[in-house]
């Protein structure tokens, strides 16, 4: 929500790499989702389903990790100051602890 549109107009391929990870963005969130509800409704038979899933799910998030920083960081690290990576950083923490408080309650 915050990072992403800050990166669109910064380089040329930031428009697909955006699509690229909203898209996989929401496939792990649909990957998280379907384990849940597998845990919620959970048999016996399960496990072994259960245990693919977040085997998919940890691969899903490395290689997404791994294209971001190897990716995406240099490209911010260069093209954004300082002063303005610690202001993005900031919203995006505060926005955690607002997510946070608000599961909490």
């Known amino acids: 929500d915050y990072l992403y549109p800050e990166i669109v107009g910064l380089f040329q391929d930031a428009p697909a790499f955006v699509e690229r990870s909203t898209?996989?963005?929401a496939a792990i969130l649909k990957m998280i989702k379907e384990i849940d509800a597998l845990m919620k409704n959970k048999s016996r038979n399960d496990d072994s389903l259960i245990a693919r899933k977040l085997d998919s799910?940890?691969?899903q998030l490395t290689q997404h990790l791994e294209s971001e920083e190897d990716l995406l960081m240099?490209?911010?690290r260069k093209l954004i100051s300082t002063q303005a990576r610690e202001d993005l950083g900031q919203v995006i923490l505060d926005y955690r602890e607002e997510v946070a408080n608000s599961v909490v309650s």
Do not use: M, R, V
């Open 57 to 59: 799910l940890e691969n």
């Open 74 to 76: 240099p490209k911010i």
């Open 23 to 25: 898209s996989n963005h």
